[in-house]
């Protein structure tokens, strides 16, 4: 089938609504959850701030607008490979730098919400996607792989979705060897549904916090607080990724889309 065909074809199924578009992103805003790092190990992004300018009034008569104060990492966004020390050499590696092209792409979609409501420390394993590859194939080179959690129902609720005891936090994502085997794989990206891209526990892991170190290392890409991926399958669905074009920016808030079929 030409391009010109399976663009038009996919126009049509857009219109005729046999193409969904699912919204993979949460709502942006003071409520917001946001990583809350321990004072000791470094310093937090602020509170998200919406600050109105004019609205239909003295400031601005016919219309309405405001400003932010929002840091990059806020809320569904993108970690750019220059987010890590591991990836900061990368010359396309910010986020507008970065080719388009990497930002849409195939997506697999790796449900684990049944042991993450019996263990919110769950962990992703190499074993645990080559078991998955055996039932949907294999994972193809350019793809973005995400896990599912059913973590971003917690969304509404600050602790909850932190999920922070005296013992650090507690919520699910990959361990080492599943992002090395996903990196052999060739994936493109890397995306979860918690608070960042890895696992409440990945500040203990070797190396720490190993799916930011080892994606931006590769010059790939992650994707933190996704929703809704329990209405995208597990294959078959298109992902787009669309970070602002912050000049030197290691990441930013996106509003992540999937096109499946309906
Ligand atoms: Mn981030």
Not at 70 to 76: I, K, M, P, V
Not at 143 to 160: E, G, H, I, P, T
Not at 163 to 180: F, K, L, M, T, W
Request: some cysteine.
């Amino acid at each position: 089938m030409s391009a010109q065909q399976t663009l038009q074809d996919l126009g049509a199924g857009l219109l005729n609504g046999s193409v969904k578009v699912v919204d993979l992103a949460a709502p942006l805003g003071p409520d917001t959850p946001l990583l809350k790092l321990p004072p000791e190990i470094g310093v937090n992004t602020p509170e998200i701030e919406i600050h109105n300018i004019s609205n239909y009034d003295d400031n601005g008569p016919f219309w309405s607008w405001n400003w932010l104060k929002l840091g990059e990492h806020s809320g569904t966004h993108f970690d750019a490979p220059r987010h890590w020390a591991s990836g900061k050499d990368y010359k396309d590696g910010t986020t507008d730098t970065i080719p388009v092209q990497n930002l849409v792409g195939p997506l697999c979609v790796i449900d684990c919400s049944k042991e993450v409501a019996e263990d919110p420390d769950f962990l992703l394993t190499e074993a645990g996607v080559k078991a998955w590859e055996a039932e949907h194939g294999e994972i193809k080179e350019g793809s973005w792989v995400v896990m599912r959690s059913d973590w971003y129902k917690r969304n509404n609720d600050k602790d909850a979705f932190l999920n922070v005891d005296e013992n650090g936090p507690h919520s699910p994502g990959p361990d080492a060897d599943c992002i090395r085997y996903l990196l052999s794989k060739g994936i493109m990206g890397w995306g979860n549904e918690g608070i960042g891209t890895d696992a409440g526990s990945a500040g203990g892991m070797e190396p720490p916090f190993p799916a930011h170190y080892l994606l931006h290392e590769a010059n790939r890409y992650g994707l933190a607080s996704l929703c809704n991926l329990d209405q995208v399958p597990a294959t078959g669905a298109i992902i787009v990724v669309p970070p602002l074009k912050i000049v030197n920016g290691t990441g930013s808030p996106t509003r992540v889309m999937a096109l499946v079929p309906a």
